[in-house]
């Protein structure tokens, strides 16, 4: 009896061991799939469906009852909507080199409270911000800095300009920077792993989030699914790691969206809640991966609920301001282009 006794618990541990095991790479790094406690499909009300508006969308912002998004048509940057109606009221920001022109940029960022849209011109590497209203009367916005080295993102926080650098061989861990009000330049480095090459593979693909309050940051690889969480309210200093989903590559050794999973494209943050566009591996599929999810995480990486849609992708997401509603920009089975919400309280 005691023999047979200590073989189960033998056996017992070498299931436990392997089921460890299986979800441990090289680097000795455990993954864990997220289970959410609420698993839901949900319809999203379409707003505007707009098969002419371009597969390149950039950004979306909800402003008095308005939606502000980036992406480039006839010459112009940013363009406004009646978040209602769908209506399309204007356009403004010009492609160009001229005073208040940029070239190219991959963001915009929206102060509610002082009414001002900022932007960073990627090629420039130039920093524009001005009042939004006057925007899109036709006055251009005025240049704000241009000192910010070789950042690829910056954002006007309360603290000061923090910023995402790539990394570069001569230092391999430069990432965050953030530029004080009061001049001082703190930095963060390292990422959660130490393969140079992979950080270097998928840095481009980071995303980033911002609490309301400005307090805390979020950041997670597109490929795979891995999510930081930062304290930024008197530097740079991360509190939490989650290790959800491997990044897998394929043959050419880039990374593989449809292997590992478009994890998060894009975040929008409450002071309570992470929303993030979602996507998972499909490891069956030869087409270009789906992100048709909104996952909802808190502030220490848990994740709470999922929406599933039956649309191709969700592209970018903003909150309006009693964060009753979600806006979404995405892409439907027919590849129009759509702009849609979601009630959250229902």
Not at 253 to 280: L, M, N, Q, R, V
């Amino acid at each position: 009896m005691k023999s047979k006794l200590i073989l189960k618990i033998f056996l017992f541990i070498l299931i436990i061991t392997g089921s460890i095991c299986c979800n441990q790479n090289k680097s000795g790094i455990v993954y864990s799939e997220p289970v959410f406690p609420i698993d839901k499909k949900v319809e999203l009300e379409m707003v505007l469906v707009d098969p002419i508006m371009p597969n390149v969308l950039l950004d979306i912002e909800f402003f008095k009852g308005k939606l502000v998004l980036m992406y480039q048509m006839d010459n112009r940057f940013v363009h406004l909507y009646d978040a209602e109606t769908g209506e399309k009221l204007s356009s403004a920001l010009r492609y160009g080199q001229g005073p208040g022109e940029i070239i190219g940029a991959i963001n915009f960022w929206l102060n509610r409270d002082t009414e001002t849209l900022s932007v960073f011109d990627i090629i420039s590497r130039k920093f524009f911000s001005g009042n939004i209203d006057s925007l899109f009367n036709g006055i251009n916005l005025s240049l704000l800095n241009d000192d910010f080295g070789k950042a690829i993102q910056v954002f006007p926080l309360q603290q000061g300009y923090l910023t995402f650098e790539i990394p570069n061989v001569e230092n391999q861990k430069k990432r965050y920077f953030m530029k004080k009000q009061d001049g001082e330049v703190l930095e963060y480095e390292g990422y959660p792993y130490t393969d140079f090459d992979l950080i270097r593979k998928i840095s481009l693909s980071y995303k980033m989030g911002f609490s309301k309050d400005e307090t805390k940051m979020v950041a997670a690889t597109s490929p795979g699914l891995i999510l930081e969480i930062f304290d930024i309210i008197n530097g740079i200093k991360k509190t939490q790691t989650r290790y959800f989903r491997e990044i897998l590559f394929d043959n050419d050794g880039h990374p593989s969206f449809t292997k590992s999973g478009a994890g998060i494209t894009d975040f929008y943050c409450s002071d309570k809640y992470i929303y993030a566009t979602f996507g998972e591996p499909e490891p069956y599929s030869n087409t270009n991966s789906r992100y048709n999810n909104i996952a909802v995480f808190d502030w220490e990486g848990n994740p709470l609920k999922i929406f599933r849609t039956n649309y191709r992708r969700l592209y970018k997401i903003c909150l309006d301001d009693e964060e009753r509603f979600l806006y979404i920009l995405g892409e439907d089975e027919e590849w129009n282009r759509f702009i849609a919400k979601l009630d959250l309280t229902k």
